[in-house]
């Protein structure tokens, strides 16, 4: 017999939830979970939103019964930016596009990739000085953006990185001004203004990313890049054809997003709560100069680095990029002993499930001893920053390893220090990321 599912958070006054989401979405979504327990209903919006906090029922959703779901509303918002790429496309469309670009991460591609990670990151690092004042995070976009167009297209697009910038921030505001109910937001989306940011982003983007595949076009020669792999690639599984330059578009940009903006996001908190941390930050840099000895790191010793792992798992753990994954039944689906309505939203939370005390005790805090020991004891959706299932995430393998390469390169020459007490800031729309900057100062190690 399938048990009623119980009525989460109710407004005592109109709009009580929507503030509260708007106001702190992820600390709603904690709250309601540790009150309401594994699966509630709760009206956002105007919408019956089923929220899913239980691992072993997050599994069925995203692993076991992922057949019977399709994605959430927010993802339609992103849709005029990433068109029908692998993060927003469905059924036979998201499986072909899989298919075609599951070369790109294959382990001999991941490794030639290392070496171009590896040169940017040095770069990068090599051109900071003694107590110079930075700002992390456009240090880290920077760096993001270099790698992520060198692997893409074989080339760093220096004189393209300010408008991909704006456009990444352009879009950011888009999305906070659809979320959120204060003063301004609604006044740019009454004014229109946030309409303008979002068309204006989108023109950046395509813009940049249909010269570069109309030029490519023209090359019919394999660069090594992943540019090269899309546009030269053929569906032997299916109807033998490529992909159109619109098709093309669709994933160049729904990986230079992915690429830049949340590996960017999640190393500028890495780097910062190590160094809010000095001793998990010293056995770090420890590893690193017993495995590395003041050398970069390639692609074998990506894989050796345990703490700079460690330190970039807790970091993903703490402040995972994808927070919050929103599905749509496209059937009655029978969860656990709950049965979801078709049509029902339903949104589960890696975000949620990464603060769970049952399985991370002391789950605010930042600590290099849960990895790996812990993982082996972990339910299998208790830690899913990657997410799971048939979307999980095709390049993670990748960001593994972008993340170590950038680490070593930073930390065995650098200390970032902090120029602002207390925690850094966050802002939550459809990925989790500082929510301005993170000002401080380089120091050298000695």
Not at 390 to 417: D, H, K, T, Y
Request: proline share 6%; charged share 25%; aromatic share 10%.
């Amino acid at each position: 017999m399938m048990k009623p599912i119980p009525t989460g958070p109710c407004s005592r006054f109109p709009f009580e939830n929507e503030l509260s989401w708007s106001k702190n979405a992820r600390e709603f979504l904690l709250r309601t979970a540790q009150k309401y327990g594994d699966i509630c209903k709760f009206r956002l919006r105007g919408i019956d939103l089923y929220f899913v906090s239980d691992p072993e029922l997050v599994r069925e959703v995203l692993v076991t019964q992922d057949k019977l779901f399709v994605k959430g509303l927010g993802f339609e918002r992103i849709r005029p930016w990433l068109g029908n790429g692998l993060v927003t496309s469905e059924g036979e469309v998201h499986k072909r596009q899989r298919r075609l670009l599951q070369s790109a991460f294959h382990r001999q591609r991941i490794e030639a990739y290392a070496q171009t990670m590896q040169e940017e990151a040095e770069k990068a690092c090599a051109s900071l000085q003694d107590g110079q004042a930075i700002d992390l995070l456009p240090f880290i976009e920077d760096v993001a953006f270099r790698i992520a167009t060198a692997c893409m297209f074989d080339e760093n697009l220096d004189a393209e990185r300010p408008a991909v910038i704006q456009a990444m921030r352009l879009s950011s505001r888009y999305m906070d001004a659809v979320k959120s109910y204060s003063v301004a937001a609604l006044w740019r989306r009454w004014t229109g203004q946030a309409e303008k940011e979002k068309w204006e982003a989108i023109r950046l983007l395509h813009t940049m990313v249909d010269g570069i595949i109309a030029s490519r076009r023209q090359d019919t020669e394999d660069r090594g890049d992943l540019l090269s792999m899309l546009v030269l690639a053929l569906d032997e599984e299916g109807d033998g054809k490529g992909l159109s330059d619109q098709e093309v578009r669709d994933q160049v940009i729904t990986l230079l997003v992915a690429g830049f903006d949340t590996i960017a996001s999640s190393l500028t908190t890495c780097i910062y709560l190590l160094a809010r941390h000095p001793d998990a930050e010293q056995c770090v840099v420890d590893e690193m100069a017993g495995l590395l000895g003041g050398r970069p790191a390639g692609f074998a010793e990506s894989l050796a680095l345990g703490r700079a792992t460690a330190a970039f798992s807790e970091a993903i753990r703490l402040y995972p990029a994808g927070w919050l994954l929103p599905r749509r039944a496209t059937a009655d689906v029978q969860i656990g002993d709950y049965l979801i309505p078709e049509n029902a939203t339903v949104v589960v939370s890696p975000y949620v499930n990464h603060h769970d005390p049952r399985y991370f005790p002391d789950p605010e805090q930042f600590k290099l001893e849960r990895w790996p020991e812990q993982r082996g004891g972990l339910p299998k959706m208790a830690y899913y920053p990657f997410g799971a299932g048939s979307r999980v995430c095709i390049g993670q393998q990748f960001a593994w390893m972008e993340a170590n390469i950038v680490l070593a390169s930073f930390l065995q020459r650098w200390r970032f220090e902090p120029a602002f007490d207390g925690p850094l800031p966050y802002k939550s729309t459809m990925s989790l990321r500082p929510a301005n900057s993170c000002p401080g100062f380089i120091r050298k190690r000695t």
